[in-house]
């Protein structure tokens, strides 16, 4: 048996010791709602009636029998986003897959799924982080009807599978399996797609020409093939041993799609409340699955939303993880895969170079990771090891190849891109951050330069646009975006002009207490400062052509100039809160949000 790796044991262990109150007050609730019977027998006569009012007489008849488990289904259809396109007719799909396995299904409820592609430098993107937890709390509401065995998750995009797994953790006494549809065919390859971005940023090509591209790129129905937050959320469900194994990548309305989630529904109909081989979330969601997540994250080079997401699931299983024990996990994890924006492949490629399977297996091979957890599928990560195929229309499970297909993509640990992860935390006399440093060439992780502030991403872009930016290096400054600022908005809008000024042969990097977007790039982007320009924080005292450091290389970020005089001086004033297109509805919210290096949650 491979000896875990020393660093992954003592950042284990030190999250299991600090979080042993907190998770003993979790567990002891999983355990206080938990029932060794079907949970629609606990309620009224009246109660039930509700319950199967609008079923069908087949299913009413199921649904009366003690042993039947009854399977409730949280929804996150809708047919804007393309991701979730394919879940609209699963409902009916599961019905009809849970009478083979002698279970029944019920919608329990729908959560929002805004689309951060079209939210980008919108208003609406103020919502966005929010949008997590108000899906965490719907998740809460569908499943408060306490009739269901076991529940399914069918979610895919950025705030939604977080969203979904603080909700589930709230009914942690079932077991509960997220199902996803996968990923759209190869498009326009997403270095062409950038290349025209930069181009219109620049005033080379026009609209329509941009329009073309992003139409040839985002082409039908499945998850946008850049390895963002949305696929950094399927790679995460199968490392944390929420998925069918190997379910992450297939693509939707395929034989295999269809079968995988046939497998998802007859395992939570095997492992419901009321089985003989029930498998609680509670049991599933550890500090190991917890660390194995972000190892995952180190090892694909994922997405920095989950710098903020995988603290506030983590807080609802009772587990609290810090930036330090990701910076921690991300010094020792080797980079094995080069998906855009980190590489020039795609989520496709990247699965038929060999996918999750082979980075799961090169992890477990090098003792890179907890191998020795409980997922939905049974004991141990070893099952995700593997990739399924389809014989004579059954899934079986083969073991995932021994050599990456493709080492431009995928790599094993014994040769990464890097010998160290993706992410970074950076700090200094301005703050603690995150910066994504396995999109950005060595040469560029250091930058020394005046700032130039700005307290809007639309002030940097009518600046850049007007040629108002200095000619030399720079450091782009956007301050008052953190979520008591404004909900922590991304700031993606900002890529394509700053990326051009790095073409351009000139030094730059990006500041701010807000957030850039799983896919943020080559430009270093010291990112969800805390604490942030609202609270406070040391950039609210920034000024034009205070020369700042960025060094990802050493984990720093510091104002350069005289202390005490920076000490004394006054914090800028707070732009108006913005109203409109919902904002002022989330006014509550942006009040009693925690802090970015805690999840930027509102619950704790």
């Known amino acids: 048996m491979t000896t875990l790796h020393p660093v992954i044991a003592e950042v284990t262990a030190r999250i299991i010791e600090r979080s042993k109150d907190l998770r003993k007050q979790f567990m002891a609730r999983a355990d206080r709602y938990k029932a060794n019977e079907p949970r629609r027998k606990k309620l009224s006569c009246a109660n039930y009636a509700h319950v199967v009012a609008a079923s069908s007489d087949n299913d009413k008849l199921q649904a009366a029998l003690d042993s039947v488990p009854n399977i409730g289904i949280v929804t996150a259809y809708n047919d804007m986003l393309s991701a979730h396109q394919p879940y609209h007719d699963y409902p009916e799909k599961l019905r009809v897959m849970a009478r083979q396995f002698g279970a029944t299904t019920q919608v329990a409820g729908g959560v929002p799924a805004m689309c951060d592609g079209v939210t980008q430098g919108r208003p609406g993107m103020e919502l966005s982080l929010f949008s997590r937890d108000v899906i965490a709390m719907s998740t809460a509401v569908s499943l408060s009807h306490d009739a269901f065995d076991a529940a399914l998750m069918l979610g895919i995009c950025d705030k939604i599978v977080p969203g979904l797994v603080i909700g589930a953790l709230s009914f942690a006494h079932l077991p509960i399996i997220f199902v996803p549809s996968g990923p759209m065919g190869s498009g326009l390859p997403n270095p062409e797609k950038a290349k025209v971005r930069t181009r219109y940023a620049l005033g080379e090509v026009g609209r329509d020409a941009l329009l073309a591209a992003e139409m040839a790129s ?104 810090t930036w330090e024990d990701m910076d921690k996990i991300s010094s020792v994890v080797p980079l094995l895969a080069r998906v855009y924006p980190n590489g020039s492949a795609d989520v496709n490629h990247f699965h038929a170079a060999g996918g999750m399977g082979f980075v799961i297996k090169e992890l477990l091979n090098a003792g890179l990771m907890h191998g020795d957890v409980q997922t939905i599928w049974g004991q141990g990560m070893a099952d995700y090891a593997k990739e399924p195929v389809l014989q004579n229309g059954v899934v ?159 984990g720093t970020i510091d104002f350069l100039g005289d202390a005490a005089e920076f000490s004394q001086r006054t914090n800028a004033d707070r732009p108006p809160e913005a109203d409109g297109m919902g904002r002022e509805l989330f006014a509550h919210m942006r009040r009693s949000v925690g802090p970015a290096d805690q999840g930027g949650a509102v619950f704790w």
């Open 218 to 321: 985002y082409h039908s129905a499945g998850t946008c093939t850049f390895y963002g937050t949305a696929n950094s959320n399927q790679m995460l469900m199968e490392m944390m041993g929420l998925h069918v194994p190997g379910a992450a990548f297939v693509h939707p309305n395929t034989p295999l799609r269809d079968a995988l989630t046939q497998c998802a529904v007859e395992r939570a109909a095997k492992t419901a409340e009321n089985s003989k081989n029930p498998h609680r979330l509670a049991d599933v969601i550890d500090a190991k699955a917890i660390v194995n997540g972000v190892i995952g994250l180190m090892a694909t080079g994922g997405s920095t939303n989950h710098a903020l997401h995988l603290p506030a699931m983590a807080r609802a299983a009772g587990v609290i993880l």
């Open 396 to 554: 079986v499970w083969r073991d995932a190849p021994e050599q990456s297909l493709d080492e431009n993509i995928l790599r094993p640990a014994s040769n990464p891109f890097s010998p160290e992860g993706g992410l970074r935390e950076v700090k200094g006399n301005l703050g603690t951050s995150i910066a994504k440093v396995s999109a950005v060439k060595l040469e560029h992780q250091i930058v020394e330069a005046p700032c130039v502030v700005f307290d809007d991403q639309d002030d940097f872009l009518a600046a850049f646009k007007a040629k108002q930016l200095p000619e030399g290096d720079f450091i782009c400054v956007v301050r008052f975006q953190g979520p008591k600022a404004n909900g922590m908005p991304e700031l993606h809008s900002l890529t394509p002009s700053l990326s051009s000024i790095l073409d351009a042969g000139r030094k730059v990097a990006l500041v701010s207490d807000g957030r850039m977007s799983g896919a943020s790039g080559k430009v270093p982007a010291v990112i969800h400062l805390t604490p942030e320009a609202v609270d406070g924080g040391p950039i609210a005292k920034l000024k034009n052509g205070d020369v700042l450091r960025v060094d990802c290389v050493a």
